[in-house]
């Protein structure tokens, strides 16, 4: 069973210590788009599509969450920190 979006945004706010306002935002701030990033991968992981995922979160185009899914897999290759913060999100 998928768990609700708003859990996994919550669990994701809670590890990268922003609101959970703060990831459905239209700010393209790196403190706030890199756990959005994650919580694009979260929900992409639960078998939701692109446009679903984009809906979800502040009424993105789904080729905006496709390179956000991207960005996620770099940053967990090149970033300890990102990546740490991304286990404990998935964790919860």
Do not use: N, W
Not at 3 to 11: G, L, P, Q, S
Request: proline share 2%; net charge positive.
């Amino acid at each position: 069973m998928i768990r609700c979006a708003e859990c996994i945004v919550k669990d994701v706010a809670m590890a990268f210590d922003v609101l959970p306002g703060d990831i459905v935002s239209q700010s393209r701030l790196r403190r706030y788009a890199y756990p959005r990033f994650a919580a694009y991968r979260l929900l992409r992981e639960r078998g939701l599509s692109l446009s679903q995922i984009g809906r979800m979160l502040g009424k993105r185009d789904h080729s905006s969450v496709s390179h956000g899914i991207g960005m996620t897999g770099k940053l967990l290759s090149s970033d300890a920190e990102f990546a740490a913060r991304y286990e404990e999100a998935r964790g919860l």
